[in-house]
């Protein structure tokens, strides 16, 4: 199966909040991402955190961390349509190598 | 600060053909992975090169090779192109392996 899952879409309203989430499967990953894609571009590094960490907090998005479950979530608070692109869970760090291994992204559609 | 920068963008081949592709890494990164990403995928890892050798290598055929060179820079060739290897190739840097990658916008090869 896969390393890392995630919901293939999400859809939301303008002004709300989104939360995407991930499993993943590695007990031993250092740290857990969250990367950007928007049409037709690389990937932009949203933010990360560390294994040993529950909760991360960076202006509108918050990560949260369940490291029994292994279940890590991203809240973008009062979403824009601008916010609107694919949304990449990763892990790495497992063995010393900070090689990030991706789900298959969720879309996140923003509706005005 | 220069960011990662990719060439060609855009590349049409015929099944059979070799590819080269390029990528300068970001300014003071010296490591350089290398990512495939298929249609509605996730990137998958190809391999990583630090300080010009080979640093850790995913599920990929060796017709699949690389290169860095001493300015850091790296290249991505594949021989024997097959249809399936149409995808978005992604490179990203990061300096001495650490957890952050930077990428760049990413090549998009089309095999006919």
Redesign the interface.
């Known amino acids: 199966g896969e390393d890392?899952e995630q919901s293939l879409f999400l859809s939301v309203r303008e002004g709300d909040s989104s939360v995407i989430n991930c499993t993943y499967t590695d007990s031993s990953s250092?740290?857990l991402y969250w990367?950007k894609q928007e049409p037709?571009?690389?990937?932009?590094?949203l933010t990360?955190i560390f294994s040993n960490m529950d909760m991360k907090q960076d202006q509108r998005l918050t990560v949260l961390l369940n490291k029994k479950d292994k279940h890590l979530s991203l809240r973008i608070a009062d979403t824009q349509t601008g916010d609107s692109a694919i949304y990449?869970c990763?892990e790495?760090?497992s063995g010393g190598?900070?090689?990030?291994?991706?789900?298959?992204?969720t879309s996140l559609i923003v509706h005005p | 600060e220069t960011g990662v920068t990719q060439s060609p963008t855009h590349l049409i081949k015929t099944r059979g053909q070799q590819v080269t592709l390029r990528c300068s890494s970001q300014s003071g990164h010296n490591t350089v992975s290398w990512y495939q990403q298929a249609l509605g995928q996730g990137p998958q890892f190809i391999f990583q090169y630090y300080r010009e050798e080979e640093n850790g290598r995913g599920n990929f055929p060796p017709r699949f090779s690389g290169l860095q060179f001493p300015n850091y820079s790296s290249e991505l060739n594949v021989n024997a192109l097959e249809l399936d290897d149409s995808a978005l190739y992604l490179c990203a840097s990061s300096h001495d392996r650490e957890e952050k990658l930077f990428f760049g916008s990413g090549t998009q090869l089309s095999v006919l």
Not at chain 1, 40 to 45: E, S
Not at chain 1, 99 to 104: K, M
């Open positions: 890392v250092t740290y990367y037709g571009a690389g990937l932009q590094l990360y990449f990763a790495g760090g190598s900070y090689i990030p291994t991706f789900g298959r992204g």
